[in-house]
């Protein structure tokens, strides 16, 4: 699986690796790697939206224990994303975005507490050490011998996206 390079800028060292799962309709119960049955960690993950948001979204994660794989799905991220943005920065709804990693969960709580600005918050954040391109899923259905199931097309964003009059960026 092809992996996406970053710079780091987490203060602690690279954590977890993590995978996007875009299909709305996929529960991801089995690990994409070793095929082993996921479970839950619920945990802070940092994700930088243009140009220029850092946020720290708590989010339940489906996880596998052996790859130390985090897999978030891409259509919650997204309700989040725009929940939260609709409040403090709408014009960004919609913007490029991404994750970048994870941040301690008690440095996230007293952030929280204390509205501590995101660079507090660096500090005890880890980059992932590894950022998987989006999963891919082939298309099901009967196929002939020899021939290759087709892959699976997800769907468009539903919330995270611009609408016409916002449409500056
Ligand atoms: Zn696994």
């Known amino acids: 699986m092809a992996k996406v390079k970053q710079r780091q800028l987490g203060g602690l060292p690279p954590k977890y690796g993590f995978i996007v799962n ?21 945990i802070p993950i940092l994700i930088h939206v243009n140009p220029k948001h850092l946020i720290a979204l ?10 130390n794989l985090l897999i978030a799905h891409k259509h919650e991220i997204e309700h989040y994303l725009t ?4 409040q ?20 996230w709580k007293e952030g929280l507490k204390q509205q501590q ?5 660096l500090p005890h954040a ?12 082939t298309r099901a259905g009967y196929y002939q011998a ?3 199931p087709p892959v699976a097309v997800p769907p468009p964003s539903q919330e995270w996206v611009k609408t016409s009059h916002e449409s500056r960026n």
């Open 83 to 86: 929940v939260l943005f609709s």
């Open 146 to 148: 020899g021939q290759k």
């Open 126 to 137: 880890s980059d992932f050490v590894t950022y998987y391109e989006e999963l891919q899923l």
């Open 88 to 107: 403090q920065a709408p014009d960004a709804i919609g913007n490029d975005y991404l994750a970048v990693g994870t941040v301690e969960k008690s440095a």
């Open 58 to 67: 708590n989010y339940t994660c489906r996880y596998c224990r052996d790859c």
């Open 22 to 42: 875009p299909y709305p309709e996929e529960r991801v119960s089995r690990c994409p790697l070793c095929d082993r049955k996921t479970g839950q960690r619920k």
């Open 117 to 121: 600005s995101i660079d507090k918050l």
